[in-house]
């Protein structure tokens, strides 16, 4: 006999929390997506001023938005990891790590 039978067609609080648990978990499985569907807008190579070539020590193998083996996060088409543009943003270097404490024995 189901909960709504025994209370004469009125809603028990147990009928209404499994019935709120299967509408949340129904919203959350269709709002869930594997990949996200925004679109990234990329930047032209000319509106960047990119060059295939370095300019000095900066290029695009060293700057945070360069994904390799050929792309960027910002920048649309092909670049290279010798390449250089106007928003070249230097990645962070690692932290210089200490010298070992003494053991004291």
């Given at each position: 006999?189901?909960?709504?039978?025994?209370?004469?067609g009125?809603?028990?609080?147990?009928?209404?929390?499994?019935?709120?648990?299967?509408?949340?978990?129904?919203?959350?499985?269709?709002?869930?997506?594997?990949?996200?569907?925004?679109?990234?807008?990329?930047?032209?190579?000319?509106a960047?001023?990119?060059?295939?070539?370095?300019?000095?020590?900066?290029?695009?193998?060293?700057?945070?938005?360069?994904?390799?083996?050929?792309?960027?996060?910002?920048?649309?088409?092909a670049?290279?990891?010798?390449?250089?543009?106007?928003?070249?943003?230097?990645?962070?270097?690692?932290?210089?790590?200490?010298?070992?404490?003494?053991?004291?024995?």
């Amino acid at each position: 006999m189901s909960d709504e039978a025994k209370g004469g067609g009125a809603l028990s609080r147990r009928a209404l929390l499994r019935r709120a648990t299967v509408t949340l978990g129904t919203v959350a499985v269709i709002s869930a997506r594997a990949e996200p569907v925004a679109a990234t807008i990329k930047i032209s190579q000319s509106a960047v001023a990119y060059q295939d070539h370095p300019q000095g020590d900066k290029r695009c193998g060293k700057c945070l938005q360069f994904q390799p083996p050929g792309s960027c996060k910002m920048v649309d088409g092909a670049i290279s990891p010798q390449g250089f543009c106007r928003i070249f943003a230097p990645q962070r270097q690692a932290a210089r790590s200490l010298p070992p404490l003494p053991v004291i024995g």
